[in-house]
């Protein structure tokens, strides 16, 4: 079966400084992985999403996330964080069969102070 | 326009009532989900449709059902609501399987008393 687990609930960081969530996988072959951001209120929207090639996968507002088949892990970093950027993160897999959903991680509540 | 619409966004019923819950997608996507989300548990997913009349248990099934009869339209239908179905649901659609792309709708905030 597969999982994905975000060790970190919160985080909370300063505005303009970097941030990174971590997230680890567990699943046998090769999974699509993802990044979602929920805002307050709202639904979940794609941050990236990887699969196959470079390792660093370049994402919306200045996110990127890294992939470790090594580690089996899908880190997101960005270098300089917004207030707006508050949120909550969410990482995700899919198997890479048809349609058998994504499986989530719990999330990481991010807040940014000024 | 690209959107995934959810009505209502918030609604209370008692234990025992029937509750429906609708979505709606403008993407012409085949797939389409229905997901729960609680404090602690994050998103489980309920069922999957993967066209009209083809639907497939997700996770957590038990207590639900859905109907899709047109491929914009995706309903989830909770005969005799209980008290632990207290949740926010989320609808989503991709165009094909979970290797796309999810568009999510806005949630609906159910609270069975």
């Known amino acids: 079966a597969q999982s994905v687990t975000q060790p970190d609930a919160r985080v909370t960081v300063s505005e303009g400084a970097s941030l990174q969530l971590r997230c680890k996988y567990s699943?046998?072959?090769?999974?699509?992985l993802f990044w979602y951001v929920q805002y307050p209120r709202q639904g979940l929207q794609l941050l990236l999403k990887?699969?196959?090639?470079?390792?660093v996968v370049q994402g919306v507002n200045g996110f990127e996330a890294e992939f470790s088949k090594s580690n089996s892990s899908f880190h997101l970093r960005k270098a300089s964080v917004h207030w707006s950027d508050s949120a909550v993160y969410f990482c995700?897999?899919?198997?890479?069969?048809?349609?058998?959903?994504?499986?989530f991680g719990l999330g990481t509540r991010v807040s940014v102070f000024p | 326009d690209m959107k995934v619409t959810q009505m209502p966004r918030y609604l209370i019923k008692r234990m025992g009532e029937n509750v429906l819950l609708e979505c709606g997608q403008d993407?012409?996507?085949?797939?389409m989900y229905w997901y729960r989300q609680d404090p602690g548990l994050g998103l489980q997913l309920i069922y999957i449709?993967?066209?009209?009349?083809?639907?497939s248990e997700g996770d957590i099934p038990k207590g639900y059902r859905v109907s899709r009869k047109k491929r914009e339209h995706f309903s989830l239908i909770l005969d005799s609501a209980k008290t632990n179905q207290t949740s926010v649901y989320f609808c989503?659609?991709?165009?094909?399987?979970?290797?796309?792309?999810?568009?999510f709708g806005h949630g609906t905030k159910l609270s069975v008393l």
């Open positions: 989503a659609s991709s165009l094909q399987g979970a290797s796309e792309r999810l568009f």
């Open positions: 699943y046998s072959g090769t999974p699509y």
């Open positions: 990887y699969y196959s090639g470079d390792p």
């Open positions: 995700a897999l899919s198997r890479n069969n048809y349609a058998q959903g994504l499986t």
């Open positions: 993407m012409s996507h085949e797939t």
């Open positions: 449709s993967y066209d009209v009349d083809s639907n």
